[in-house]
């Protein structure tokens, strides 16, 4: 099967490559790259006036399977992620059973080599049972296919756990991802400490319940010497310690997600529990600087934290509502929209920190394109404008804020492994 992308403006951040230029693709494998390639091929896709780039990585979300299938499975997930222009995704390990030994994490990876359309990289337990007492065996995760080690969702708040988590990662060559929270801090908040909790009357989450968590992993992590990734990084506090911690070499790699670049805590009026995250939407302080961290590289990586609920989850008040956002299908639109046609980024910027970074942070052989390598490819038209859909999702979860949001660059195309998988941004699988 030979595949042919013709006249598109190719964006690889690898190789320092932005021009317009052919693809061919044989058999999954990109085999030649080059102006003008006049080849033969079984396909041919006319790509002038838009960006190919390499397939989006994702390197945080949330697959729900095993144990919440009502939500997500992975058949609808790696679809949906499909849609969203990502090719390669890594799952979080808070399903049920945890992802917290090799039984799970096999049934992960067998299920989606046979249901899923996207690459799947299943992310293990730090503790057993993400209960942040004892270390799960991390040989074994490390063996069964991990990617990382995360206990997202809840904190390692011992921080001789989290030390020893450290020394074992690094024995293993595998990183370990962090969700900085507090909970003694957080107090049962269920929004941004601010003037929308004082004025909806909800309790609210202090800015400080993030950032002094990620002050004790920058510090370990200074301490062993050992890499160590913050997720999902939402406060100014968290985006200077972060700086700082950089300009004096800790071994630090740290992500946000689109909603902490678009909207802000008054998101969260009217009781909108859509706009209900952990953490929480923040105030427009945060949000500046949050874009300010992805300009000067402090943030490395754009990633979706895909947390898909069911609606009844959502339909109810705003203290028993889930945390969580539908993310693989407004990712990159949304990128574009506040961080391209902004000019904070240019596209080779946003590609990297949606490519590059997050599969250099995983260490897996993605998010580039270049000749021998997996014809992993998404086609997007920057320009083109168009409006959330949330009822439209591919997605089980339709919890999302953007619904009747006006983006820009819905994917058009996306391949995995030189198959097209969405073909004009229709699914095809």
């Known amino acids: 099967m030979k595949l042919l992308v013709k006249s598109g403006h190719v964006v690889?951040?690898?190789?320092?490559?932005?021009?317009?230029?052919?693809?061919?693709?044989?058999?999954?494998?990109?085999?030649?790259?080059?102006r003008d390639l006049h080849e033969e091929a079984d396909d041919l896709i006319d790509a002038a006036g838009k960006y190919v780039i390499p397939g989006l990585v994702d390197c945080h979300c949330h697959l729900r399977d095993p144990g919440y299938e009502y939500k997500e499975d992975i058949a609808t997930g790696t679809r949906s992620a499909a849609a969203g222009g990502f090719t390669s995704i890594a799952c979080m390990p808070n399903t049920n059973p945890v992802a917290d030994n090799q039984a799970v994490l096999s049934y992960i990876s067998e299920t989606a080599s046979r249901k899923g359309v996207v690459n799947v990289f299943p992310i293990g337990?730090?503790?057993?049972?993400?209960?942040?007492?004892?270390?799960?065996?991390?040989?074994?995760?490390?063996?069964?296919?991990?990617?990382?080690?995360?206990?997202?969702?809840?904190?390692?708040?011992?921080?001789?756990?989290?030390?020893?988590?450290?020394?074992?990662?690094?024995?293993?060559?595998?990183?370990?991802?962090?969700?900085?929270?507090?909970?003694?801090?957080?107090?049962?908040g269920v929004m941004n400490e601010g003037y929308y909790s004082t004025v909806m009357g909800l309790r609210g989450v202090p800015a400080v319940s993030e950032s002094v968590m990620v002050s004790r992993d920058l510090l370990l992590s200074e301490y062993t010497g050992i890499p160590i990734h913050i997720a999902h990084v939402s406060t100014e506090m968290s985006v200077n310690l972060i700086r700082n911690a950089k300009k004096r070499?800790?071994?630090?790699?740290?992500?946000?997600?689109?909603?902490?670049?678009?909207?802000?805590?008054?998101a969260c009026?009217?009781?909108?529990?859509?706009?209900?995250?952990?953490?929480?939407?923040?105030?427009?302080?945060?949000?500046?600087?949050?874009?300010?961290g992805l300009k000067d590289g402090t943030i490395d990586i754009i990633a979706t934290d895909h947390a898909p609920h069911h609606m009844d989850e959502k339909n109810v008040e705003f203290n028993l509502a889930a945390n969580g956002i539908?993310?693989?299908?407004?990712?990159?639109?949304?990128?574009?929209?506040?961080?391209?046609?902004?000019?904070?980024?240019?596209?080779?910027?946003?590609?990297?920190?949606?490519?590059?970074?997050?599969?250099n942070m995983l260490g897996i052989r993605k998010g580039t394109l270049e000749v021998g390598g997996a014809a992993d490819i998404a086609i997007v038209d920057v320009n083109e404008e168009y409006t959330v859909d949330t009822s439209k999702f591919i997605s089980k979860g339709k919890n999302s804020p953007f619904n009747g949001f006006k983006l820009y660059g819905k994917p058009s195309y996306t391949i995995v492994g030189g198959k097209i998988v969405v073909r004009d941004k229709k699914l095809m699988v």
């Open 12 to 34: 690889d951040p690898k190789s320092d490559f932005s021009d317009i230029c052919d693809i061919l693709t044989e058999n999954g494998i990109i085999v030649k790259m080059g």
């Open 125 to 188: 337990a730090i503790t057993k049972g993400q209960q942040g007492k004892e270390l799960a065996d991390i040989g074994e995760l490390k063996f069964a296919g991990a990617v990382g080690i995360s206990d997202d969702g809840n904190p390692v708040e011992n921080s001789m756990v989290m030390l020893r988590a450290l020394q074992y990662s690094s024995a293993f060559n595998i990183r370990v991802i962090s969700h900085c929270e507090d909970k003694s801090l957080t107090d049962g």
């Open 249 to 266: 070499g800790v071994k630090v790699t740290c992500e946000t997600c689109p909603h902490y670049f678009s909207l802000d805590e008054s």
């Open 269 to 292: 009026s009217d009781f909108n529990t859509m706009a209900k995250v952990n953490p929480p939407l923040r105030s427009e302080k945060d949000v500046n600087a949050i874009i300010e």
């Open 326 to 359: 539908t993310g693989f299908e407004t990712a990159l639109p949304l990128a574009i929209a506040y961080l391209v046609k902004k000019g904070h980024l240019t596209m080779e910027q946003l590609v990297k920190k949606m490519c590059c970074n997050p599969a």
